[in-house]
């Protein structure tokens, strides 16, 4: 019969050192509006997020140590404070513009628009949140406590090694604050002085070409189905959908279609070629056995 292990935490339970504190509670919701922000804006943008868990912990091990002397208990408040209000703000942006797609009229406007304010919205993520925390308190226990040795959450452990790390000082915090200048260096180079391309070389190095004219195909192919689709459903809802995928996978298309053009203006005929050759062996499926493309 296998033992049980004990795990001991970072922070006796009979040590008294401050928690639940106004500043935490403060500098947590801060994190959150900012993170929040930063998450409904890339979320609508780019349809994807990035989890704030852990930057917020390495902000709070910076600024809360350095200039309000916070205990790694205050830390990991504004860690999580913090990081559920990015998570409702993900959340947010996820399902709510889901409604105003299917709240559409055969006229193609939606009637659903009216209704979602800043108010309403608001309501829904304050409510999603109690839901959220009240239905960890009888999770935790069966998900974290007795599967502490099973269940490693990789993001969670890095979380409590920054700000195991901030505590103890020293080599350990230095590491963390390393990695934070260094991304910080490499920002400012990309983005403000443009040395680093945001665009990696290699898409448009001639060995790489073939690929883009594969992508540009399956995009167009794409593209067309779902035009072929939006004119064959009657139901607005999924008209609208379809619609709405065609018009992306156009634009995907002519995101590739520029790299192809500056591989073109690079290399020349030999991109050419290398173009003409995948589009003979994309239109026909029996010129090889392989699969060229998902599509």
Same mark, same amino acid.
């Given at each position: 019969m296998n033992e049980i292990k004990q795990f001991q935490p970072f922070?006796?339970?009979?040590?008294?050192?401050?928690?639940? =504190?106004?500043?935490?509670?403060?500098?947590?919701?801060?994190?959150?509006?900012?993170?929040?922000?930063?998450?409904?804006?890339l979320a609508l943008k780019a349809g994807?997020?990035? #989890?704030?868990?852990?930057? %917020?912990?390495? %902000?709070?091990?910076?600024?809360?140590?350095?200039?309000?002397? =916070?205990?790694?208990?205050?830390?990991?408040i504004i860690q999580t404070t913090g990081s559920a209000s990015e998570s409702i703000a993900a959340g947010v942006a996820f399902t709510l513009?889901?409604?105003?797609?299917?709240?559409?009229? /055969?006229?193609?406007? #939606?009637?659903?628009? /009216?209704?979602?304010?800043?108010?309403?919205?608001?309501? &829904?993520?304050?409510?999603?949140?109690? &839901?959220?925390?009240?239905?960890?308190?009888? &999770?935790?226990? #069966?998900?974290?406590?007795?599967?502490?040795?099973?269940?490693p959450y990789p993001e969670g452990t890095a979380c409590a090694s920054v700000l195991k790390a901030g505590e103890k000082g020293g080599d350990v915090a230095k590491t963390a604050f390393l990695g934070v200048g260094v991304a910080?260096?490499?920002?400012?180079?990309?983005?403000?002085?443009?040395?680093?391309?945001?665009?990696?070389?290699?898409?448009?190095s001639l060995k790489n070409i073939e690929t883009l004219m594969l992508h540009f195909c399956g995009e167009i192919r794409l593209?067309?189905?779902?035009?072929?689709?939006?004119?064959?459903? #009657?139901?607005?809802? %999924?008209?609208?959908i379809? /619609?709405?995928?065609?018009?992306?996978e156009a634009r995907h298309g002519g995101a590739y279609l520029r790299y192809m053009k500056k591989a073109m203006q690079k290399f020349g005929? /030999?991109?050419r070629a290398a173009f003409a050759k995948v589009g003979v062996l994309m239109a026909s499926a029996r010129r090889t056995a392989q699969a060229l493309h998902p599509t």
């Open positions: 922070v006796a339970a009979e040590t008294r050192m401050k928690e639940f =504190t106004v500043r935490a509670i403060v500098m947590g919701c801060i994190m959150g509006c900012l993170f929040g922000a930063a998450t409904v804006y994807l997020t990035v #989890s704030a868990s852990i930057p %917020i912990a390495v %902000i709070a091990i910076t600024i809360g140590r350095r200039f309000f002397k =916070t205990t790694i208990l205050e830390n990991n513009p889901g409604f105003l797609f299917l709240s559409i009229a /055969e006229d193609g406007q #939606s009637v659903g628009a /009216e209704y979602f304010n800043y108010i309403t919205i608001l309501v &829904l993520a304050i409510f999603g949140g109690l &839901l959220g925390t009240l239905m960890m308190i009888p &999770l935790r226990r #069966s998900l974290i406590v007795k599967e502490h040795d099973t269940l910080l260096v490499y920002a400012f180079l990309q983005r403000i002085f443009h040395v680093i391309a945001e665009v990696p070389g290699y898409a448009t593209n067309h189905w779902y035009r072929r689709a939006a004119e064959w459903h #009657s139901e607005p809802v %999924i008209k609208a379809y /619609e709405t995928l065609a018009r992306d005929d /030999e991109a």
